[in-house]
């Protein structure tokens, strides 16, 4: 376990109230000054790469055009060989943003400035997308709930699949993306109240790889009732391996799966919904003192 004190923001220019975390790799986060979008119109809000345990941080020059939306996120650095980690010294942030209806990308490395970044055929437009979530290393998006979109952020590339067996509802977003204990992504749905999960293959399709009918799996947790199952499912949270979930009917009443076992137990819900993965930095740093020889 590692002391919470050792992930405070409060190192941060004007304090840790003033930023919201929209992305993370490795042991760094990229936060936003939600505040300052109000002063600024059609800009980019202001940004911070930091990395918390060793209270370090880069502020982001803004980007030099209006926009109508914007979707900033984190990427390794250039050079970075396998094994290596993203550090404060070499990483990149790559945005997507929408301007006069259409959408550009651009890409920040380290120490320099904003540089236009060559459309991908497989990059998301901002029209009729949907975020899924950040899980085993890559960003997705779903693009008229046809269209999977796999945002690698070790190179910054785009790739596309088209969505088969998928259970996605277009009016209301229940697809999203997740990662099981052995660090790899899958693909969450719930339809029906039922749960499904979507592992990707070797081939870059996805795959069934397990479901739990909801109203079963609960109906032996204390204040059950199956009313709660006649309405919509809301995820709460999606973390490493389970996720927390409420019947929009009964909010106060929630509960955890365990996406590997589908096992239900109620729990409380004390977080945001969205859980940002940071790791301790490495090689971590190692502090040694000297003591006199007489004290031995």
Same mark, same amino acid.
């Given at each position: ?28 986060? *990229?936060? #936003? ?13 202001? #940004? ?30 250039? /050079? ?15 945005? #997507?943003?929408?301007?006069? /209806? ?42 008229? /709930? ?17 969505? @088969? ?79 927390? *979930? ?25 977080? @945001? ?6 790791? *301790? ?16």
């Amino acid at each position: 376990m590692v002391d919470a004190r050792h992930f405070s923001l409060d190192f941060l220019p004007n304090g840790a109230g003033a930023w919201s975390v929209v992305d993370s790799r490795g042991s760094l986060l *990229l936060l #936003m000054d939600m505040r300052s979008m109000r002063l600024q119109g059609n800009r980019l809000p202001d #940004m911070v790469v930091c990395e918390p345990p060793t209270r370090r941080f880069e502020i982001i020059p803004p980007l030099a055009v209006d926009i109508d939306a914007g979707c900033p996120c984190l990427i390794d650095g250039i /050079g970075i060989e396998a094994g290596s980690r993203i550090s404060m010294s070499n990483f990149r942030v790559l945005c #997507m943003f929408l301007c006069h /209806g259409f959408t550009h990308t651009a890409m920040l490395t380290v120490g320099s400035s904003w540089s236009e970044k060559s459309i991908c055929h497989a990059a998301p437009n901002f029209h009729s997308t949907s975020s899924l979530g950040h899980a085993g290393g890559s960003q997705y998006f779903c693009v008229e /709930g046809r269209t999977l979109v796999h945002l690698d952020c070790s190179t910054g590339d785009f790739t596309s699949l088209a969505i @088969k067996d998928l259970d996605f509802d277009q009016e209301r977003c229940n697809l999203f993306v997740t990662e099981l204990r052995d660090g790899k992504p899958r693909i969450i749905t719930i339809s029906n109240s039922t749960l499904k999960v979507f592992a990707r293959l070797d081939n870059g399709e996805w795959a069934l790889e397990k479901s739990a009918l909801l109203r079963e799996v609960t109906c032996g947790l204390p204040g059950y009732k199956p009313s709660f199952f006649h309405h919509d499912q809301d995820i709460l949270i999606r973390g490493t391996g389970s996720v927390i *979930l409420s019947p929009q009917s009964a909010e106060s009443w929630q509960y955890s799966v365990d996406l590997e076992t589908m096992q239900a137990e109620l729990t409380i819900c004390d977080m @945001k919904p969205t859980v940002y993965r940071c790791e *301790l930095p490495w090689p971590p740093a190692l502090h040694t003192h000297l003591i006199d020889d007489a004290l031995h």
